[in-house]
């Protein structure tokens, strides 16, 4: 998977020339996350090997680290002070810091509170690592606040950034990383990942390992999206009452999945592409709006009259 990265990542690793600060970018869930953590690893393995040892002490706590569930790697709160901590150290690892969203946001604090594990010298390991994923997750005066550091980034230390969306990371940030692009993955490599031998699945999570893990859990959904569109009025009205009722993440996916579903077809009816576009442009929009209460059955309706329109 992603052989092309590995082995540029290999070639740099061997020829000592790994840039201080890396962003990797593509698409959510095609393993970028794993591939920072892994070359992380090596660059901290004590052995110096690509890839990383797996048995000296740092290695050791790398694989540690990432056994560690995602709650204990978040905030905590000094108990003698009550004053709140971010816990920057997390794990074993003293070379080794994950930054990661709390709630939805990677905040000021939790930067600054990477710029004081930059004066330390490395404890264990040759280098100390800052990976932070996903960077688009700071905000901008996060963002602003790395950005000085990433100017004069102290010899020893390496930064991986991961991000999905490019667009949300200042340029100013882009600018100062060595940009490495992540492709999408093929049918071919979910399949060897995931094990999934579902066609449908397959064709519908675009390439993501997420999103085709979330599918497997979440059929009926693709049910219920391929009814909403290609349904009768009957089992749309019986689509729209179960839909309405749904939690937030599931009706994401279920739009989410009527775009991909009607992006296809738009693929296979080239011609009718000036009724197809309005209708995913429709879809998209009401993604964008969907924590403002839309009323979706109203929405499925209209949908599912345009598309017959279309046919005609
Ligand atoms: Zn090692």
Redesign the pocket.
């Known amino acids: 998977m992603h052989e092309r990265v590995s082995t540029f990542l290999e070639r740099m690793y061997r020829l000592k020339r790994v840039p201080q600060a890396l962003l990797f970018y593509g698409k959510e869930g095609i393993g970028k996350k794993t591939m920072a953590f892994d070359f992380s ?1 090596a660059l901290l ?3 110096g ?1 690509f890839p ?5 002490p ?2 050791h706590y790398m694989n540690q680290f990432n056994q560690m569930p995602v709650e204990q790697l978040r905030v905590y709160s000094d108990k003698e002070t009550g004053k709140k901590v971010f816990l920057y150290l997390q794990g074993e690892h003293p070379d080794f810091i994950y930054l990661q969203p709390e709630k939805d946001e990677i905040k000021i604090d939790q930067v600054r509170g990477v710029r004081d594990f930059l004066n330390l010298k490395p404890a264990l390991s040759q280098k100390k690592v800052v990976l932070i994923a996903p960077a688009e997750s700071m905000n901008p005066y996060s963002q602003n606040a790395l950005l000085k550091t990433l100017e004069e980034p102290p010899q020893d230390t390496h930064f991986i950034l991961v991000a999905n969306n490019l667009n949300n990371l200042l340029s100013t940030v882009r600018s100062r990383c060595y940009l490495i692009e992540f492709k999408e993955l093929s049918k071919e490599d979910i399949k060897k990942i995931t094990g999934i031998k579902d066609e449908e699945i397959l064709e519908l999570c675009e390439g993501s390992i997420t999103k085709a893990n979330q599918l497997l859990q979440k059929t009926h959904i693709i049910k219920l999206a391929r009814v909403a569109l290609f349904g009768s009025p009957l089992e749309l009205y019986n689509v729209s009452t179960q839909v309405e009722k749904m939690e937030y993440e599931d009706q994401k996916l279920f739009l989410q999945l009527l775009e991909i579903m009607l992006h296809k077809k738009l693929l296979q009816d080239k011609e009718k592409w000036e009724f197809y576009e309005p209708i995913i442009d429709r879809i998209a929009f009401v993604l964008d709006n969907l924590k403002r209460g839309i009323r979706l059955s109203l929405f499925l309706f209209y949908l599912n009259t345009s598309l017959t329109e279309v046919k005609k």
């Open positions: 690893k393995c004590i052995k090997t990383a040892c797996n048995t000296c740092s290695c």
